[in-house]
């Protein structure tokens, strides 16, 4: 079998080094042969996703980088300021691969019959180190795909689906009967708005644009605010009013916008309260940030009572702490909707080399709404 093996897989890597310097490249490492219960994915479609980009381009400050290399070969630097230096410490000094999935052919196995079984399968993995041609990976790291799909639709099947799931599963698990959600016209927000159409549960949208809000309403959502309007507080409240919705999960991170949703939280509560109490309504809420594409400090003013709650959350650390039944119904509600539910829809498809051009890196470090790229290592 390893005389049929490519030999080496080329791969973006990331390094930063104690001088405080980003160092985005390519490179050819040696392709491992699969052990026992491990496959080699040629990987054929990786997405771009935000927690991606927090390895790849870290802390850096992106406005001073600058194009090396050649076109086949290209480079990017960055400088690194003091504040990104010290939260990236642990990392300094280390070239390190990127992508957390994708999907791709298993074009060798090893001899056990879980691993023979993928052989030959259009797979989804997620394992880490997904942007370069060849992966080898533990078969618990892979699903089968249904036949005829193809690496598009099958590479972004762990983050958004899975995250947008848990969501839902947490939201139940704490008690709670619906969710508001901000930068709701994203793939993962569509997603999850199809699930909570689907499942009956009231899920309140925020969004900032226009456009933002005919996505949404084109696949069904009934709840929508525009955080740019001059009547958003107003509106927000109201339709907290209306869905009962006590539990937020903000893809924004920094600036006012999740003490925005704890304070309009409160305020659906009081609207509700039969007697008035100087220490508020009592009712719990709850707002998880999970992404930061606002990087400045999180903003939490007065008013949002004496019963709020806010914290980080990811996807990771609540598979680590779910039954394996609920994971297994999560990954084979994923597969069964691939198609409708979790269909992902991408803005651009790009070579490894391309997604090294310093144009097409802030477009896609950009992380705008709606926008998404895949990255097709053996293009």
């Not at 959350?313 to 598979?319: E, G, Q, S």
Request: net charge negative; proline share 5%.
């Amino acid at each position: 079998m390893a005389d049929q093996l490519p030999e080496t897989s080329l791969q973006i890597r990331t390094l930063v080094t104690p001088e405080g310097k980003l160092e985005l490249s390519l490179e050819s490492a040696p392709v491992k042969v699969p052990g026992p219960d491990q496959v080699l994915v040629r990987v054929e479609g990786t997405p771009i996703n935000p927690s991606d980009l927090g390895l790849l381009v870290g802390g850096a400050d992106m406005s001073t980088a600058v194009q090396g290399g050649t076109k086949d070969s290209p480079t990017i630097s960055a400088d690194v300021p003091a504040g990104g230096l010290r939260a990236m410490k642990a990392r300094l000094g280390q070239s390190l691969g990127v992508g957390n999935e994708g999907a791709g052919t298993v074009i060798a196995a090893g001899d056990s019959p879980a691993a023979q079984a993928l052989l030959g399968k259009m797979v989804t993995c997620l394992g880490g180190n997904m942007y370069q041609e060849y992966r080898t990976l533990h078969v618990s790291q892979c699903m089968a795909l249904p036949d005829g799909t193809t690496a598009e639709q099958g590479a972004s099947c762990y983050v958004n689906p899975l995250t947008a799931l848990s969501f839902v599963e947490t939201m139940k698990a704490k008690g709670h009967s619906a969710l508001v959600h901000t930068a709701a016209a994203s793939n993962l927000g569509q997603m999850l708005n199809k699930i909570c159409l689907k499942d009956g549960v009231p899920i309140l949208n925020v969004v900032r644009k226009k456009e933002q809000e005919d996505i949404l309403r084109g696949i069904g959502a009934k709840h929508i605010v525009n955080s740019s309007s001059d009547t958003f507080m107003e509106d927000l409240i109201s339709g907290l009013v209306e869905t009962g919705a006590t539990m937020g999960f903000d893809a924004i991170g920094g600036g006012p916008l999740a003490g925005q949703l704890l304070i309009a939280m409160e305020a659906a509560a009081n609207r509700k309260m039969k007697e008035y109490s100087r220490y508020g309504s009592g009712t719990e809420t709850q707002v998880y940030i999970y992404g930061r594409l606002d990087m400045s400090p999180s903003i939490v003013p007065a008013g949002v009572g004496f019963a709020w709650n806010l914290s980080g959350y990811l996807l990771t650390p609540f598979l680590e702490k779910a039954a394996p039944e609920v994971r297994e119904r999560m990954h084979k509600r994923v597969i069964d909707e691939l198609n409708t539910t979790f269909a992902s829809h991408y803005t651009k498809t790009v070579s490894l080399a391309e997604a090294l051009d310093l144009e097409t890196l802030h477009a896609y470090n950009a992380k705008a709404t709606g926008e998404k790229y895949l990255i097709a290592p053996n293009a």
